[in-house]
């Protein structure tokens, strides 16, 4: 007979590692967002339309 307890712990520590991982790439993502620099904006004058 199969040991569903151990099956068990083990989909379970697999699903925990995932979701720590995942955990960790998300705050390593955050934190490059954080410490990116500000685009360089530049304001274009409006534009005037075709006279007819």
């Given at each position: 007979m199969p040991d569903y307890k151990q099956m068990y712990?083990?989909?379970i520590?697999?699903?925990e590692e995932a979701i720590n991982l995942l955990i960790k790439a998300q705050q390593?993502?955050?934190e490059l967002y954080l410490s990116a620099r500000e685009p360089e904006l530049t304001l274009l004058a409006p534009s005037r339309p075709p006279a007819l």
């Open positions: 712990l083990i989909m520590q697999a699903s390593e993502c955050e």
